[in-house]
């Protein structure tokens, strides 16, 4: 197996209207492997960090959104290389709530969408995410 890093991530699906939130990741990016791509709000929970507490704190840093949060419904692992480290992340998604449209976004990110989920295909989807989606709108 080699040495590998493993991450969990707490990651949302923001829904005001009955659409989603997708960020497109900017060129600021830390590791910049999804640059140009669209994706979910969230990241990496901190040792110590609660899993509730890391989300809220990620969706406010990347889009200014204070959020309700729902249920989890997808589970997903990925494998990258980022700057010759090996990373496992495991991505926890749930679906949170927001009274208001208006994000304010971070550096990592360069544009936002609110989108229908059932439209998914019509963007450029960070692959990790596509299964998530689809996830979603079995429900």
Same mark, same amino acid.
């Not at 979910?40 to 901190?46: D, F, M």
């Not at 980022?82 to 749930?94: H, T, Y």
């Given at each position: 197996m080699g040495n590998v890093k493993l991450f969990v991530a707490a990651k949302a699906f923001v829904i005001h209207n009955n659409?989603?939130?997708i960020l497109r990741e900017s060129n600021k990016y830390s590791d910049g492997t999804q640059f140009g791509?669209? %994706? !979910?709000?969230?990241?990496? #929970?901190?040792?110590?960090?609660?899993f509730n507490e890391s989300l809220i704190r990620e969706i406010k840093e990347e889009t200014g959104l204070n959020v309700g949060i729902g249920k989890p419904f997808y589970v997903g692992e990925w494998r990258r290389n980022?700057? %010759? !480290?090996?990373?496992?992340? #495991?991505?926890?998604?749930?679906e949170c709530f927001s009274d208001s449209s208006d994000v304010k976004l971070s550096e990592d990110h360069d544009h936002y969408?609110?989108?229908d989920p059932k439209e998914y295909k019509n963007y450029s989807i960070m692959e990790a995410t596509i299964p998530a989606f689809e996830e979603y709108i079995k429900k």
């Open positions: 659409k989603v939130l791509k669209y %994706g !979910e709000v969230g990241g990496r #929970i901190a040792p110590g960090e609660y980022v700057r %010759g !480290e090996n990373w496992q992340i #495991i991505g926890i998604f749930l969408l609110w989108i």
